[in-house]
């Protein structure tokens, strides 16, 4: 690995100084988790001159009731998410989702704000430098997208038009289906944006002297039940091949309420708001979750070789609704 000058923050604003210091050659670390490996493969042609550590933000690192809901700091770390008794019991499809991260060594290092600001997972972009030389594409900013004509086994079937790549954050998924909203300060001061404004088909709309520092969830309404649902080759660690986050509100037998989200089929997690309109106001039975399924499909473009995950995906949409409306 290239050397780099490691430095420590100990508050948002000197994290973003330091940023505003280094003038465009500085990125934040987290757990590293991703970071590391980006630079130890050196994918990208620029390297950082300084890896700025903001696990030394104090107030970065909560879980806290309040009367919206709960916020989280993005240094909280995933097992923390999955162990917390009110995550568990109120926000039951962002523990999922968080146990459904890589390995138990990883989510005790990993953090919830590095899980939704990590890098894209696709392998043309992640290849390694010094095994042959890295390899450019649009998303580096030179060349075409390498997964058009190439091997685009796990690229995006929806959503996508000049980078194939998915949304690697499983966190974002059950996120987005629990309406989270992020808090983003930087040096022109602090916004707040709905996690589903936050992707972008690039990456998301963090500019380089900005960080995340919260992420407030509203409490789903009484009786809503989850779900979060993951489809990977590899069972003990992977990332998702598909996966789908929902939050359904029934009465009386009737559904009154509904988020579905769908990961890895895009490069935005993508609400499949078809789907929630087709099984509103409707009582729970095979076909109306059937025609859920094929709604949010309906829009699905599968690229040469990855039509197998449009599919995959209407089983885990049946599937999560399957074992809400049991
Ligand atoms: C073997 C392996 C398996 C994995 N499996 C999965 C998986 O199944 N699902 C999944 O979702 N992920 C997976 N990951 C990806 C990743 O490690 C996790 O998503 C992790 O949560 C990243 O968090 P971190 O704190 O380590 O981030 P870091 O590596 O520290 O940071 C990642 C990126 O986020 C930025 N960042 C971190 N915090 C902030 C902040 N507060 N504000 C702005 N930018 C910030 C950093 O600058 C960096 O660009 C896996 C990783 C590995 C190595
Ligand atoms: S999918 Fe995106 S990251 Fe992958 S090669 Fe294409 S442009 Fe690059």
Redesign the pocket.
Known sequence: MKAFKHITANSVEEAIALIRTHNGKA???????????VLKDEILPDYPAAVIN?KTIPE?DHIKKNNDGLKIG??TK?ADVVAHPLIKKRFSCLSQAAA????PE?RN???L???L???TRCWYYRYPQHVGGRIMCHRKGKGPCQAVKGDNRYHAIMGAKVCFAVC????AIALSALDAELEITGSQGVRNVSLNEFFTTLGNI?KPDE??TNIQIPYPPKGAKQAFLKFTLRKP????IASVASVITMQDGICKAARIVLGAVAPTPVRATDAEASIIGKAADGVVIEEAAEAAMAGAKPMRMNAYKVEITKTLIKRALLSIFQ
């Open positions: 990125c934040l670390i987290a757990g590293g988790t991703d970071l590391l490996g903001i970065l993005p240094l995933l459904a991260v890589a390995t990883i290092m990993a953090t704000g590095g899980n600001c990590q890098d690697p954050s499983d966190t963090l960080l995340l660690v992977d990332f998702a």
